[in-house]
């Protein structure tokens, strides 16, 4: 019974349990709720920011109050009007402690505006919104992200910016209250000294004194305790690879692997993982700015991938995340859109060369073959073997260079990218390297005679995928095709029937963009792809694939609507690193200059696995 609840089929009909035994769905929420919310928060905003309306009905009750109570109103009202900004988002996202929040600060506005803007309106729509919260509560059981330490610093920075920014409108809102004619510089520093909550060089008349002071000893305040309480909360760790979760993927990919390129990649340690119920298939992914992004296929039996995706899904549902794959397969892409309900498009295409069929010989292969020959000439020679081949020496050696090679700040990497070079662990992969002995009378180089690199990964038990080219700026030209070819040419002695090579996006519409008779649809999207190029390797990647007459499979992204498409695209480009949202340089935490031997080292195709043909 355990197998047909993993969603395996029985003869051609895939089972999937009903209804009642998956449990309620979650109860929807209109996705205005975080829209209403923001709009209150800003009539909170407005309403401490602004002078309060002396024609108001509730003015005559207001005026019976001490002066203090219509100041920490002002206050309270501001402070809510911020607060209830920065949950908008977590309400829209149906997060718990969002609506816990919302629903306590709710009453403290309502209280506010009625006593110091005097604000009918704006206190009917915000009991409107804890009416509706109240109703509703049951819809928001969202379990909190993954959170990070950087966020306490981003705040401080964001939020600090914002309360002087609201500060110079608190103290300027008052013009007809202000003793004398204070300077700018005196404005500036009485919102400084007033967010410490010290009084400032600027006066007032008529109390407006407490009404400033108070509200901008609040903006401080609020500063400094969310940013507490961001740096010190318990923390919830972004998923991770465990060790049982690697090697409950490494049984899976010994019997399945075979059966997608990708699927050695899951073993990233930067990835979590949600298996079947019967532990037969699973599906890995990170979760980035609120999308839960997929790499692949699922890993394990195709029958049993319908459950490894239920849990996926259920896993995006109680976090409210967005669900999201990129680089799945054709099958995958069929599995994904018939399970969940979620479209497909069309993302690129992966380059696979055939060992039997490549050859250098014929006229296609003529700008390559002299390439190589050429380089082979400056006395270049390769070497291709499995890693656990190296000697521990020529190998941290090997990593070494790696890392120095790379040309960027940041790695780069997901889909297509394993994070290492490890003997122990990966010791099927391939390294292939290029030597070229120094002239005479010349010093050997920082890493001796090692002038470029390459990994592959194990796919299945008759294949590999490259995940890494580097190559020393001062070697010739054409090192990456020079190892390519190499590796090919080695495979048959390491019983290599099939090389995946790099992925192009969107190379379809290049291809069929620059044939004769293509419409003026493609012939502009191919345009604005080429003018993407000058950035991000698009044409280039296809063209330099394309030189070894490759098989191209298509791959394509999952998604569940088409808004969606711009969240889900940002965060590929982080999980790529292509966008990186951290901390200032020097604020980093300095990395160590030299990398252990057996470092997480991310493997991309970064800007100098493409070179310009000899």
Known sequence: MSDRLDGEKS????????????????????????????????????????PRFRH??????????????????????????????????????????????????????IAAQLVYRHSVLGAALSLALLAFLVRHRRAFEALPDPRSRVKALLNFVALGGISFGLGLVIVNSHPHKIIGDPSVWERFKHVMWGLFGF????????????????????????????????????????????????????ELLAKHGGRDSLGYFALRRDKGVVFSPTGKAAVCYRVISGVMLAS?????????????????????????????????????????????????????????VDVADFTLTGRSMRNVRQMVKRIERNGYETRVRRVRDLEPEELARVQKAADAWRDTDTERGFSMALG???????????????????????????????????????????????????????????????????????????KIKQVSLNFAVFRSSLERGEKLGAGPVIRVWRGM??????????????????????????????????????????????????????????????????????????????????????
């Open 11 to 50: 003869g051609t009909v895939a089972w999937r349990p009903p209804r009642w035994l998956r449990g309620p769905r979650p109860e929807k929420v209109p996705p205005l709720v975080g829209t209403a919310g923001a709009v209150v928060g800003l009539l909170n905003l407005a309403a401490g920011l602004f």
């Open 420 to 494: 290492r070079i490890d003997a122990e662990r990966d010791g099927d992969a391939v390294i292939a390297t290029a030597h070229q002995a120094p002239a005479e009378g010349e010093e050997p180089g920082a890493f001796g005679d090692l002038k470029a690199m390459q990994h592959y990964v194990p796919w299945g038990k008759d294949g590999i995928s490259l995940e890494l080219m580097r190559r020393d700026r001062s070697a010739d030209p054409g090192m990456n095709e020079l190892l390519i070819v190499a590796s090919l040419q080695a495979a048959p002695d390491l």
């Open 56 to 109: 108001s009905r509730l003015h005559a009750l207001a005026e019976v109050l001490p002066g203090t109570v219509s100041a920490l109103a002002a206050a309270s009202s501001i402070v809510v009007g911020i607060l209830l900004l920065m949950l908008a988002h977590g309400l829209k996202r149906r997060k718990r402690r969002a609506w816990v929040a919302a629903v306590s600060l709710l009453p403290v506005g």
């Open 529 to 614: 792809l080429i003018f993407l190029s000058r950035w991000y390797q698009i044409e280039s990647l296809y063209k330099f694939n394309d030189k070894f007459r490759p098989r191209w499979e298509p791959r394509f992204v999952v998604f569940r609507n088409s808004r969606d498409i711009p969240r889900i695209g940002l965060a590929a480009l982080q999980a790529e690193g292509y966008l990186e949202l951290s901390l200032p340089r020097g604020l980093r935490r300095r990395k160590s200059a030299e990398p252990r031997p057996c470092a997480h080292t991310a493997t991309p195709i970064s800007a100098d696995a493409v070179e310009p043909a000899a």
């Open 296 to 352: 692949g296929d699922p890993i394990g039996d195709v029958e049993a991938w319908p459950g490894a995706i239920e849990r996926f899904m259920e896993e995006a549902r109680a976090h409210s995340w967005t669900p999201a794959v990129t680089g799945c397969s054709e099958t995958g892409g069929q599995v994904w859109t018939r399970e969940t309900g979620m479209d497909a498009l069309e993302l690129g295409d992966e380059a696979i």
């Open 199 to 250: 009084e400032g060089p600027v006066r007032y008349v008529n109390g407006v004194d407490y009404t400033v002071g108070y509200s901008l000893g609040a903006l401080g305040l609020l500063t400094v305790a969310t940013t507490a309480y961001l740096a010190f909360r318990p923390e919830h760790p972004a998923a991770r690879l465990t060790e049982q979760d690697e090697e409950q993927l490494r």
